[in-house]
């Protein structure tokens, strides 16, 4: 899968600031490599505890 | 992400997928094209003072595509859920950085890599994890239970993403982060490779 496709994966299902953060130089294949990505459940983070 | 595929391929797939890693559970050795272990841990810049007195075997079976802990900071106290844990050293990395107030549920398709997992814990300097056999598309906890949510290189070979994503979505709690590191497709795939069912554990 795409890296583009990754990110509109994770926003479909309904993460918010979905972010490709980069790739990591982790290549499986000449076609594919490692890459970060965060996102966030929508609401807002409590302490925890 | 997957409805073109039959009952079989998905059968022929899972299955493949656990042979590898019932494999990489005793060596990762010979199973990825990419550094593993210790080398692999260097060349992603985990820093050495998160890992320096883990289990030496828990180090060499580190089989990561990326460092998902680069993406920002586990907090004191925070549950973190790591998907397609293997062997579990990032599982014991999250453990590291929650601190003895935090959890962390490390989960893999392996029973082989759970197995070792709760073997090479119990030689940690901290006791604030645990492992268990399940799959992404159907997690078993309850709504709202983590902080935290990382993956590194096991996201990809999960065959219904979509619904593996909502069960993500389902167990963080509002706010809570997904912390991802995976193999992406950089370069399309020529015609004689692409559709191929090998490619999901090759």
Known sequence: MPGEALLTLWQDAGFDQVKLAGYTGMKSSPYTEGVLLSAEKPGEWSVPG | MTTDLTNQEKTLIYTKILEKYARAA???????????GVQGLRQ????????????PALSELFCGVGNPFSLG?????????DIGCGAGFDA????????????????DISPEMVIRAWELSANLPFR????QVASAE??????RFFDVVTSNGAFNLVIDKDQAAREILRVLKPGGRLHLADMA????????RANRIDNWYQ
């Open chain 2, 26 to 36: 005793v060596s990762p050795a010979g199973s990825f094209n990419y550094p593993t």
């Open chain 2, 44 to 55: 992603l810049s985990y820093p050495e003072e998160w890992w320096r007195d883990f289990p």
């Open chain 2, 73 to 81: 900071p586990l907090r004191p106290g925070e549950t973190v859920l």
């Open chain 2, 92 to 107: 014991a990395v999250a453990a590291r950085l929650v601190g003895r107030e935090g959890r962390v549920v490390g989960l």
């Open chain 2, 128 to 131: 604030n994890g645990s492992f």
């Open chain 2, 138 to 143: 159907c997690l078993p906890f309850p709504a």
């Open chain 2, 185 to 192: 497709l950089v370069t399309p795939l020529p015609p004689e």
